[in-house]
């Protein structure tokens, strides 16, 4: 009769099972970093002109390989329910490319169903782009949040386009969108409002991006110019050198207080 597995072997087993994905992940870094980047190049060409028989091809090739990815890291995972709560938005965006490799996007036939799915394809390679970035440069520093941008911008304009290029005085052209995805992220605004309620989420959410991002920039460009001010002698803002030259002048007027009272002393 087998008996029962202790904790301490429970705990040796999901340590041994953390260490094997950790290795994976690395070993896999580079190669899925790439084959991201090629899935957000491979969805704007589809959202913008559409993909040929060979690019359909090979995007379903890259999205079978992040299926096996996902389901390695799954099985591998100690804290499986932990683990899908934190990819919730790549769990969904795996299973929408589905609905049309295995035809079962007939239920959606209908132009605001198949928008709907495109919504959560763009955020969901939103999601990924910036997990990829995020290998890239880090989560901190302005390469990183300038990537990002980039990649939302590009991205965001051809999903607007692709929401809007079809109602009524929408947005007819790729560059016009994104012109139009530009003010909006530098929270300039435009005199178009999206007509589609797609086209609608994807503002919304490109607007939060926006002003989170606005906030970012204001606050770096702000330290930068406080930098380059407190560099000057005749400036009112205090740099740092300037704090260190006070500090030694207060040290040395303590050391002349202790020499004149020991001197008294005497």
Known sequence: MPTPTSESDKEELQYVRYEL??????????????????????????????????????????????????????????QKLSFLKSNVITLISLVVPALRLFRLARVFRAARAVRG????????????????LARSFGRRGLSYVLGLTGVVLLLGAAGMFAFEKDVPNGLRT???????????????????????????????????????????????????FMGRDAEDPEAEVAGAAAVAALHEEVRQLRADLRAGRAAEKQ
């Open 21 to 78: 994905l950790q290795q994976i992940t690395e070993w896999l870094e580079t190669p899925m970093l790439v084959l991201g980047f090629g899935w957000l190049l491979l969805l704007g060409v589809e959202l913008i002109w559409g993909l040929s028989p060979a690019l359909e091809m090979l995007g379903t090739t890259i999205w079978v390989i992040f299926i096996l990815d996902f389901l390695a890291k799954f099985i591998l995972a100690p």
């Open 117 to 132: 799915l495109r919504l959560v394809k763009v955020v969901g390679s939103l999601n990924r782009g910036m997990k990829a």
């Open 174 to 224: 790729y560059p016009e969108a994104l012109w139009w995805t530009a003010m909006l992220l530098t929270s300039m605004g435009s005199a178009y409002w999206p007509e589609t309620s797609e086209g609608r989420a994807l503002c919304f959410i490109l607007a939060l991006y926006g002003f989170a991002v606005f906030g970012y920039f204001t606050a770096t460009l702000a330290s930068f």
